[in-house]
């Protein structure tokens, strides 16, 4: 190594250690100073780039402090995380009454955010999904009926009956196709009063669907003809609103405006779209349509030539009793297959019969992932199995859309929609980019106060590590970053995000009153699973990471993970707030046995072998066990060792040395070397900052003939954010008694572990 690369090594270990004391000033001079040696260097450029971007955050940060009192009237403390779920809700329900299933699914979505685990959230998310696929449906039948093709109509009505047999838009369609095959019959008479809350209930009895659907439509001119195009388009759009991409289906909303003007689907669901895709600074505050007046309802049921019309009429309030639900399911099914048996008796003379279904084939899905070791793969957030080869499988008949999602830590979320119907097959060996490979587009969001409203576009600042951006959406590289909300009267903190799904990823920052304050709790990412997260004695998450809003001054937060030991802490909430990544101490379950490096020893226990020390802590349940060591220039060893729950137990090689004739040189064993002196390696800021860090960094050392250290290799780095390069920068300023072999000192390579406990 030459004299300038020495310098700039000093260099950057000066200015990682200034990192660490806070002195970001002065590591930003010291690395000035190494990138004038060496300006080339990555690594001096990357550490420069770090650190300008932590001041440019910190120095706005503390420039607007002093505008983020809030000035308002008094308002609640703290955001509800409750009272912000069931505002959600509402403004859902208020979006679905209104016909606009694109702004219904999008509140959802936002409280599932807030309470991932909320059975209520979930079962309302699949409802509207679920309407939104049988109108896809339905659209189609149109689309094929007013091209010409009443065969394909009748198909598409089978598929509605098949996926959901109540779904409001088969009756639409069935009606629409009633008309091609006899116009000029004229309705029945109405039924009696009694039959009207049968078919009611027949039509609201699906547990499921907790959404009434919205009233029926006009049904559409037979003389507004569009290309089968449109159809497809509009499918499209759906698929990619039920996947949630709604960017995505904004631009294909507007292609397919321009491309069929006339289309009236088309045109409202662009109009539903250009509501939630708004280029605005914030999201605007949801503002329910009044709903329609109520309206007669009539489902028609006509088995061969006699029609029946059943009016559905507005319940008189306390009057109205619900019969035997289980009846009326069983009144709705046999209702529609009637329609659609008539209905294949009319149109049979005009084309051959439909074949029978062929029997259901269940859908099979094989991943193989190349990159991590460790990571996790969901299917419609349920996690695929592992076979015997390693491969994520899953199989079964529940068809439909569904989403595909792939993470690990370092790599970007891989996700992607699969349309799974019968006799769907897939396998497919998937690589993950890592962090920083692509951008994405972040769409931020406020979280206002309680009770204040959402401010005017162009009033809030939003910045991205420490700098201003010119919109509420900007390309980022995925990877860490700081962002903050910055209004006039209200108080902000910056957020650290890892930002790890292309293509699009939504943010939600907090403004917060001059009386609270923001904590935010993460798991440490080798921590397993999810945690409950509860402040103040009341649940406020779960999941991997919280934030909550709450009054400055005393709180008490509690973290309970299943496996692990309870994390408790009491804090002072002040104007910064608190954050913390914490790991959870693992329920321990054994004990250790350590055992002593020279003389080295293979080593087995109870009859299994555990290799040639040295070796790290062997971790072995409570009891006894039978312990051997062996070495040719020794005596066997075989020791009773007890083992204890939780403790750490340690043995020495001592048996007496075997007398034997002295052998050639190359033939002898060679002894292994031992470190005489070690140099502790120096933390990296990153693992420092983020704290909680515990466990070893493996290393493959060449050490000489002089026991000086010739070469070092990391071979395992479980613990990452640059303690793999801390430890074998220390490593290579260890000296070791070298190895021998007859007593003569030979070159060897050995392996060591370092070992990192962050607070």
Aim: proline share 7%; hydrophobic share 40%.
């Amino acid at each position: 190594m030459s004299a300038s690369e020495d310098r700039v090594a000093d260099l950057l270990n000066t200015a990682r250690s200034q990192m660490e004391s806070g002195d970001r000033d002065q590591a930003l001079l010291t690395l000035q100073k190494a990138l004038d040696i060496d300006p080339a260097n990555a690594e001096v450029r990357e550490g420069i780039r770090s650190i300008e971007r932590e001041i440019a955050a910190m120095k706005v940060f503390k420039r607007s402090r002093s505008m983020r009192a809030h000035a308002a009237e008094e308002v609640t403390s703290g955001a509800d995380s409750t009272g912000f779920v069931d505002e959600c809700i509402r403004r859902s329900q208020e979006a679905m009454d209104a016909g606009d299933e694109i702004r219904a699914l999008q509140e959802l979505e936002r409280a599932r955010r807030q309470d991932s685990e909320n059975e209520e959230i979930n079962r309302r998310i699949r409802a509207i999904k679920r309407h939104i696929k049988a109108n896809n449906l339905a659209d189609l039948g149109f689309t094929r009926l007013r091209s010409g093709d009443p065969a394909g109509a009748i198909e598409q009505a089978w598929n509605i009956f098949n996926f959901w047999p109540l779904a409001p838009g088969l009756a639409k369609l069935v009606a629409e196709l009633e008309k091609v095959q006899a116009p000029d019959q004229s309705a029945a008479a109405v039924p009696a009063e009694d039959e009207y809350a049968e078919v009611e209930e027949a039509f609201d009895l699906d547990g499921e669907d907790l959404i009434e659907a919205p009233e029926a439509e006009e049904p559409v001119p037979m003389e507004a003809e569009a290309p089968d195009g449109a159809g497809q388009c509009i499918a499209s759009i759906r698929e990619r609103i039920s996947a949630s991409d709604y960017a995505a289906a904004f631009e294909e909303a507007e292609s397919a405006r321009n491309m069929y003007p006339g289309d009236s689907t088309i045109m409202e669901l662009y109009e539903k779209l250009s509501r939630v895709v708004a280029p605005v600074g914030v999201e605007a505050e949801a503002v329910a349509e009044p709903a329609p007046p109520a309206r007669e309802r009539v489902a028609v049921v006509q088995p061969a030539e006699t029609r029946v019309q059943a009016v559905r009429k507005p319940a008189e309030s306390g009057t109205e009793q619900r019969k035997n639900p289980v009846l009326m399911i069983v009144v709705g099914v046999i209702a529609l297959t009637v329609i659609v048996l008539g209905l294949l008796a009319i149109l049979k003379p005009r084309r051959p019969a439909l074949p029978d279904a062929p029997p259901l084939q269940p859908y099979s899905i094989a991943i193989s992932v190349n990159g991590p070791e460790d990571m996790s793969i969901t299917l419609d957030g349920v996690a695929m199995s592992r076979d015997s080869t390693g491969r994520f499988i899953a199989a079964g008949g529940d068809f439909g859309a569904k989403q595909l999602e792939i993470r690990a830590q370092g790599y970007e979320v891989y996700s992607r929609s699969l349309d799974v119907q019968q006799g769907f097959s897939m396998n497919e060996t998937i690589d993950l980019d890592s962090l920083g490979t692509n951008t994405t587009r972040v769409r931020f969001s406020l979280l206002m106060p309680q009770g204040d409203p959402q401010p005017a576009p162009g009033e809030v600042t939003f910045l991205v590590d420490g700098v201003e951006t010119d919109s509420a959406s900007v390309n980022l590289p995925t990877g860490p970053h700081v962002f903050q909300a910055v209004l006039r009267g209200y108080n902000s903190l910056p957020e650290s995000v890892l930002v790890d799904t292309p293509g699009g990823f939504d943010q939600s920052l907090a403004l917060l009153s001059s009386q609270t304050s923001q904590i935010s709790l993460t798991l440490a990412g080798d921590v397993e699973g999810n945690a409950v997260f509860i402040v103040d004695g009341v649940q406020v998450g779960t999941g991997r990471r919280v934030t909550h809003i709450a009054d400055r001054g005393q709180h008490t937060l509690l973290i309970r993970m299943e496996g692990h030991e309870d994390w408790s802490r009491s804090i002072t909430l002040g104007a910064d707030g608190f954050s913390q990544t914490v790991s959870p101490v693992e329920i321990a379950t054994t004990g250790r046995l350590l055992i002593g490096p020279e003389p080295w020893a293979d080593v087995s226990i109870d009859g299994r072998s555990y290799g040639q020390t040295p070796l790290p802590p062997i971790e072995l349940e409570p009891g006894t066990y039978s312990v051997t060591l062996t070495n040719p220039d020794y005596e066997d060893q075989t020791s009773s060792v007890t083992i204890s729950l939780g403790e750490d137990t340690m043995i020495r090689y001592t048996a007496a040395e075997r007398r034997q004739q002295p052998e050639v040189i190359e033939e002898q064993p060679v002894l292994p070397p031992f470190a005489i002196s070690q140099t502790a390696p120096v933390i990296p800021g990153m693992a420092r900052q983020r704290g909680d860090i515990h466990g070893y960094v493996t290393l493959d050392v060449q050490v000489g003939t002089d026991g000086s250290v010739t070469g070092v290799t990391v071979t395992n780095d479980p613990l990452g954010l640059g303690c793999g390069q801390a430890a074998a920068d220390a490593v290579r300023q260890w000296r070791f008694q070298p190895a021998t072999q007859g007593g003569r000192p030979v070159e060897v390579s050995t392996t060591v572990q370092v070992r990192f406990d962050i607070d």
